[in-house]
């Protein structure tokens, strides 16, 4: 029978996740092969190089570059604070006399008595790499971070914004086919994982991020009101970096999408329980998809990094989703795979697949615009 690989949404009760969890440069890792660690444990620790102040003080004082280093009360080397002076003129028989202060807490790198400059360093930047989510180091990696492995429910979404967070799953939808408005937000979802239905309003979103809601899992969302939110586009190859002021995963696409009642039932089933989520999506090379992660039996997982199984190809008969432009978001069933490469629209050649979807159009899709749904 015929098949193609294509990118896929996962949606998993029961499966064996790692992540990698690494520093943006060289530090210290503070766990252990074998050890287990919560979502929040520190797993590695590093320090951010402060930035660069060049500052002319000499201009500050009024005097010549050249006597700058005779005025200084510090000197190169020696650690300063952010209003603390570094510099005095004594001014003309004692008036008019300056000072100069530095403009951060930091170290002074240098002073130059031909341009006047004093360059400021400020302090490092302290950065933490927590777990993420609950389970055991499988892995460590020197001067960089550690593999996190854990028995855990997984569900992909399709689009997100905003990076990561953490909270109990709070149902605020009663059915996959719910819209969820403003009303339906209250106090008590401060700090929750909120799972919605068909449709998230845009007052609705702006009601969770006042009560403090850790992030929220939706059918759908209008794309438009995104750049309201922000006050910026956003491109849907790479997020993540959005302050939004929640994390906000989409399940199914643009628009009101009623969301898939297997994803649904599964959110439902482990409500109240605690949830990673994570709302970076790249949809081009090196795919990543928004997810939410809620681990189980953390001490039962192997002791052992557990390889992803191979690639199956999606067959004739399987669920699929539009992932660009006109069927984002739609869901469908593959119909056919043609051998050859066909001429679309634009002229060019690309091998495609034949999908029904479940309106109940036929389409001719290219390959490349369409994801397998894995459950």
Known sequence: MAAVFTPGLQVT???????????????????????MVTAETVV????????????????????????????????????????EIIATSPGFFGLFKSEATSIVTGTIESVSGVTGQVIFQADPVPVEMDAYINGRVVEVIPSEGCVIQSNATFIQGIFGLG??????????????????TESDITEDCKGKVLVGGAYLSVSALKRAVEVGASAFVTGGFDYDEIKDLLGYEVGVAITGGEDL?????????????????????????KAGMMASVNGATQIRAGVMRPEVVVTFDEASAPTEIV???????????????????????????LKSLPNEPTVLDSESKARVMEVTFEDGTEAIVPRANVEAIKG
Do not use: C, H
Request: charged fraction near 25%.
């Open 13 to 35: 009760e029961k499966g064996v996740i790692q992540k990698d969890r690494r520093l943006p440069l060289e530090g210290e890792v503070t766990v252990s092969m074998g050890e």
């Open 44 to 83: 590695a620790r590093t320090e951010l190089p402060g930035k660069i102040y060049p500052i002319n003080v000499a201009n500050q004082l009024g005097v010549d570059a050249g006597r700058l280093k005779s005025l200084m009360t510090k000197t190169a080397g020696d650690k300063v604070t952010e209003g």
């Open 163 to 180: 990076g990561e967070a953490r909270g109990e799953i709070t149902m605020v939808a009663k059915a996959p086919s719910q819209i969820v």
């Open 245 to 269: 002021g929640l994390t906000l995963i989409v399940t199914e696409g643009f628009g009101e999408i009623q969301m898939a009642p297997a994803t649904f039932k599964l959110l439902k089933a």
């Open 307 to 333: 390889k992803p199984p191979e690639p199956v190809g999606i067959q004739i008969g399987d669920k699929v989703r539009g992932i660009r432009a006109p069927y984002f978001g739609l869901l469908g069933t």
